[in-house]
């Protein structure tokens, strides 16, 4: 059973920055594409980035340049380094796996689901 728990949020000023982690439990991480996604109060939620088995990344436009998306099989841990933050990515951001190879940012694809950790930017 996959259970995804996120950590590493907090409250920040804009231009600053945050790491945020994803630990995965009851799998090998290795196995599966991952990605983040955020939902700010009263939108959809949306992708943030994603990396597959490979190592390969998709980012959506508005993070391109200022977040990174990186994974460490070996600590079953996903990562989300988010520079020059913004008012706007106030966000529940939330990690997810999917058991299929292909890094993307539809949520129809991701079979797993973290509880989210809160990002604030002022």
């Known amino acids: 059973h996959v259970q995804l728990v996120e950590s590493g949020g907090g409250s920040v000023q804009a231009g600053g920055s945050l790491r945020l982690s994803c630990e995965v439990n009851?799998?090998?991480?290795?196995?599966?594409?991952m990605a983040w996604f955020r939902q700010a109060p009263g939108k959809e939620r949306e992708g943030v980035a994603s990396i597959d088995n490979f190592g390969r990344t998709t980012y959506a436009d508005s993070v391109k340049g200022r977040c990174t998306i990186s994974r460490d099989n070996i600590k079953n841990t996903l990562y989300l380094q988010m520079n020059n933050l913004k008012p706007e990515d106030t966000a529940m951001y939330y990690c997810?796996?999917?058991?299929?190879?292909?890094?993307?940012?539809?949520?129809?694809?991701?079979?797993?689901w973290g509880q989210g950790t809160q990002v604030t930017v002022s």
């Open positions: 997810a796996a999917a058991s299929k190879c292909q890094a993307n940012l539809n949520r129809a694809w991701y079979a797993y």
């Open positions: 009851g799998a090998t991480s290795s196995r599966y594409t």
